[in-house]
Structures are given as structure tokens and as C-alpha cells.
């Protein structure tokens, strides 16, 4: 049986999307096999879409030569640092 974790706050969802794909082993992998490897370990509503709407930001991100630490959020003036990190033990 696999038990999954359901997370609620935003500010950690985005940590684990983060983390899940940043992380040096097997990040950077997409979209779908990296929400494959999320939804092993935590779900909420909307996820999927989250993690896609995070991954289109980061190329945004990086086509546009933005510090790689900022993230562009729903207007142009405003930026979101998530260098945070989160740990699964």
C-alpha cells in the first residue's frame, strides 16, 4: 500500500515542486515523469496543473536570463524568491 501526504499550504507545495524537479538525481525530467515521481509521495488539488504552470515559469525564467532563483508570478511586477529547499526523509 502506498500512502501519499496531502499538502494544503502553498508555500510548501511550491517547496516540493522545487525540490522534486531540481533535485540532482532525476530532475529536470518534464513535466509528466516528474509528476509521476510527485504523486508517489504527496497530492492536492490541482497539482498537475501546478506543476506545469511551475515548469512553464522556469522557462520563462531561464529564456528570458532572469536569476535562476526568481520565479515570475501573475504580473510582470511581481517576483517570488522560493530558494527554499525541503527535505524527504
Known sequence: MV???MITSKEI??????ELHECPVGGHQGVQRTYDRLKLLVTWT???QDLDDYIRRLR???KTNLPA???????KKRILNINH?????
Open 3 to 5: 500512502l501519499t501526504v
Open 13 to 18: 507545495q511550491r517547496k516540493v515542486l522545487k
Open 46 to 48: 490541482g497539482m498537475f
Open 60 to 62: 520563462y525564467v531561464r
Open 69 to 75: 532563483h526568481t520565479l515570475r508570478l501573475h504580473s
Open 85 to 89: 529547499g525541503i527535505n524527504f526523509i
